[in-house]
């Protein structure tokens, strides 16, 4: 399945199936039926899912029932998800149960709705691959956010990032050092970090 003009989907954004949340409210066993719905910062997110459960041995089927909007055509449609389990024993008794995406047929412990791809899906199905929030912050970002945790974990709320920490009173110094010396470090990072940047941007215009 795939996203036209090379826009890579977020992961974050997606409805995520765990099979583990599901297994915890008793929805991995042979007759279970209800509703799953999600949550964000304790708001309902819209959407609810029908499911039915049905385990014969070592494998089974879990089906979900939901309507798709088209992007297209903004119409809805009814959507039925058969999503096939397996499961593999364990060394010390019991069994491990797996879900197998829909397209691709890979086991996985989560599957994902993304907007506008019919079927959950394990991430590796969609293409471009689906980024973590972390990787699309920039090099920069993921620098000042390290600085800032060492600041945090030295309980410093006076000094910016334009300079060094500031020693807590009850910390050696020995120990303070190894975390300023830490942050010189990403400070020295940063500002080859702009430096790359400002090349890039000089030698692409041309001035």
Same mark, same amino acid.
């Given at each position: 399945m795939s996203y036209f003009c090379g826009w890579r989907p977020h992961i974050e954004a997606?409805?995520?199936?765990?099979? =583990?949340?599901?297994?915890?409210?008793? =929805?991995? *066993?042979?007759? =279970?039926?209800?509703?799953?719905?999600? *949550?964000?910062?304790?708001?309902?997110?819209?959407?609810? $899912?029908?499911?039915?459960?049905? @385990?014969?041995?070592?494998?089974?089927?879990?089906?979900?029932? #939901?309507?798709?909007?088209?992007?297209?055509? $903004?119409?809805?449609? =009814? $959507?039925?998800? *058969? @999503?096939?389990?397996?499961?593999?024993?364990?060394? #010390?008794?019991? *069994?491990?149960?797996?879900?197998?995406?829909? #397209?691709?047929?890979r086991r996985a412990l989560k599957l994902h709705k993304f907007a506008s791809i019919e079927q959950f899906c394990h991430r590796t199905a969609v293409r471009p691959l689906p980024t973590y929030a972390i990787q699309r912050a920039s090099g920069s970002d993921r620098i000042m956010a390290q600085r800032w945790a060492i600041r945090r974990k030295l309980g410093d709320t006076i000094s910016d990032l334009c300079g060094e920490p500031v020693k807590p009173k009850w910390m050696r110094w020995a120990t303070f050092e190894r975390y300023a010396e830490r942050d010189a470090e990403l400070a020295a990072l940063d500002d080859a970090y702009f430096c790359r940047i400002i090349g890039w941007m000089t030698a692409k215009t041309g001035s």
């Open positions: 997606a409805l995520e199936l765990d099979l =583990a949340r599901l297994t915890g409210f008793g =929805a991995l *066993r042979d007759g =279970a039926r209800g509703t799953l719905t999600w *949550r964000r910062n304790d708001e309902d997110e819209g959407k609810s $899912v029908g499911y039915a459960t049905d @385990i014969e041995g070592e494998g089974g089927t879990l089906t979900l029932n #939901y309507t798709e909007r088209n992007r297209d055509t $903004v119409e809805c449609k =009814a $959507v039925e998800c *058969r @999503i096939r389990l397996s499961s593999l024993p364990l060394n #010390y008794g019991g *069994r491990r149960w797996y879900m197998h995406c829909p #397209y691709t047929g």
